[in-house]
């Protein structure tokens, strides 16, 4: 039995529902009722007057009286309470049936549903490597154009190509001076290195002559004072005589 859940405590604090009957007590109610037909409380139960109908019926074939009339009767109208009985029942089972074949289609549904959602997760994953290799491809292309724009703008390749032939003959040419150069700068090195040497030989020759006169002017100096000496011992010796 369901009971709502009601208000307490102030500040709507709502606490929660609370059942008399856990979910698989009321599976055993709900069956049973819907077994017995006891939904609702207005009259007899229809088991319980089914029951006894057919209590009359037995009761009435037990007595030994000459009663097959009553017997017939009461027959008849226990098997019209059981077809009344039996009615609702089979509505119940073709009600179940459908909400069997309902709960089929629905599962089926279900995994229809999952199915497309897997397959639209999968398309969203390929539109989405799509999309990257579009931008890539997108991008390479507008890289491409701006090289081809680039490229327009510069000169034809005849006009490039003479102009590296130009280029071509003139380091031709500055190589060649290059090479006069070097040969040049090694014909004044070996010039310079003959100047140096001849040089060195030219003030190796003063050298020896600048020596070679302070030798002779020391030889003359030195003869010159022995010169004097000589005659100074003359001078004095004729003066003693």
């Known amino acids: 039995m369901l009971v709502k859940g009601r208000k307490v405590g102030g500040r709507a604090e709502a606490m929660a529902a609370h059942y008399a009957f856990g979910p698989h007590e009321d599976d055993i109610i709900i069956k049973h009722r819907l077994l017995t037909r006891t939904t609702t409380t207005r009259g007899e139960p229809p088991l319980k007057k089914l029951q006894k109908k057919f209590t009359s019926f037995a009761l009435e074939v037990e007595n030994d009286a000459d009663n097959y009339s009553d017997c017939e009767r009461l027959a008849k109208a226990f098997l019209q309470e059981f077809t009344t009985f039996e009615l609702p029942l ?3 089972k073709a009600v179940i049936d459908a909400n069997l074949r309902e709960k089929e ?11 497309q ?4 997760q999968t ?4 539109l989405k490597k799509q999309l990257e290799e579009s931008k890539i491809e997108r991008q390479h292309k507008e890289e491409c154009e701006a090289i081809a724009s680039l490229i327009a703008t510069q000169p034809p390749r005849s ?3 003479k102009i590296i032939t130009e280029l071509e003959k003139e380091i031709t040419m ?3 001076e290059n090479t006069g150069a070097s040969r040049m700068l090694e014909l004044r090195k070996k010039q310079f290195a003959l100047l140096l040497h001849v040089v060195d030989e030219l003030q190796n020759t003063i050298e020896e002559e600048q020596r070679s006169l302070v030798e002779e002017m020391r030889v003359a100096m030195d003869e010159h004072k022995h010169g004097l000496e000589d005659a100074n011992g003359i001078s004095e010796a004729m003066v003693v005589d």
């Open 117 to 120: 959602i897997s397959q639209a």
């Open 123 to 126: 398309d969203i994953e390929d």
């Open 90 to 92: 089979l509505k119940s």
């Open 174 to 176: 500055l190589e060649a």
């Open 105 to 115: 289609n629905f599962g089926e549904l279900i995994g229809e549903i999952n199915r």
């Open 159 to 161: 006009e490039t190509q």
